[in-house]
């Protein structure tokens, strides 16, 4: 006789990544933890590792990225952790070539959904 199991809620992790002032600030995980780094990539990668610490994103999960942290570095680094992310938010303002450069990175790192501006769109 097969058991029937509990319905469990999948929690995705998230992650919220914006530049200003020359700081990166990353705001993410269960307990919502908060970063404020000095803008390089090498503070970044360090970041990024330690939320695959707090908060893998082993079985999907939601990266929000402002536009102002939109830039090639960024997105290298991102793409260097081979998370498996569900949804990818874009918030704030977008010129042509970063649509183009944030939809080929959503492809690069296998999202499923790309939301812009409260639209949702599907990265397949």
Same mark, same amino acid.
């Given at each position: 006789? $097969?058991?029937?199991?509990?319905?469990q809620k999948k929690?995705? +992790? %998230?992650?919220? $990544? *914006?530049? /200003?002032?020359?700081? %990166?600030?990353?705001?993410?995980?269960?307990?919502?933890? &908060? %970063?404020?780094?000095?803008?390089?990539?090498?503070?970044?990668?360090? +970041?990024?590792?330690?939320?695959?610490? &707090?908060?893998?994103?082993?079985? =999907? !999960?939601?990266?929000?990225?402002? *536009?102002?942290a939109i830039i090639?570095? #960024?997105?290298?680094?991102?793409?260097?952790?081979q998370w498996s992310? /569900?949804?990818?938010?874009?918030?704030? /303002?977008?010129?042509?070539?970063?649509?183009? #450069?944030?939809? *080929?990175? +959503?492809?690069?790192? !296998? +999202?499923?959904?790309? $939301? #812009?501006? =409260? /639209?949702? &769109? *599907?990265?397949?």
């Open positions: 006789m $097969i058991e029937k199991q509990p319905y929690r995705f +992790a %998230w992650l919220q $990544i *914006s530049v /200003h002032r020359y700081k %990166w600030f990353l705001r993410g995980g269960s307990s919502t933890r &908060y %970063w404020e780094l000095p803008a390089d990539v090498k503070s970044l990668r360090m +970041a990024l590792s330690l939320v695959e610490l &707090y908060n893998p994103f082993k079985e =999907g !999960g939601m990266l929000c990225i402002d *536009s102002s090639r570095p #960024v997105l290298d680094v991102i793409e260097e952790q992310i /569900h949804d990818l938010q874009i918030s704030g /303002h977008l010129t042509f070539l970063r649509v183009a #450069v944030i939809k *080929s990175f +959503a492809r690069r790192v !296998g +999202a499923k959904w790309l $939301i #812009v501006d =409260g /639209h949702r &769109y *599907s990265c397949n």
